[in-house]
């Protein structure tokens, strides 16, 4: 198995910035790839980006490509999320996922950003 932490949500202003982290424990071999998903309201689950285990050319959703950047400490097995030029529309509880077929969920961090 493997366990996944969040951390680093919060309430921001439109146009601000915000750091996920998720770190990983357990068989920490099945972490990859790794990634993220988020859940709004009123919206489908929505994956918004994911790095295999090369670490090369992550993946990210079209919504957040240019904004959003995933890497990785792989000394401290930890993933992060940097948000950048966040907008309303990325209001969101934002799940680290992790291993084939995302088997391995995080509790989930809520990320609110304002006008």
């Known amino acids: 198995q493997v366990q996944l932490v969040e951390s680093g949500g919060g309430l921001v202003q439109a146009g601000g910035s915000l750091r996920l982290s998720c770190v990983a424990s357990?068989?920490?071999?099945?972490?990859?790839?790794i990634g993220w998903f988020r859940q709004a309201p009123g919206k489908e689950r929505e994956l918004v980006g994911a790095i295999s285990w090369s670490g090369g050319s992550p993946n990210y959703a079209d919504s957040v490509k240019g904004r959003f950047t995933i890497s990785r400490d792989n000394a401290k097995n930890t993933v992060f999320l940097q948000m950048n030029s966040l907008k309303p529309e990325d209001t969101a509880v934002y799940y680290c996922?992790?291993?084939?077929?995302?088997?391995?969920w995080g509790q989930g961090t809520q990320v609110t950003v304002s006008l």
């Open positions: 357990g068989r920490t071999f099945s972490m990859y790839p």
């Open positions: 996922v992790a291993g084939s077929g995302w088997k391995y």
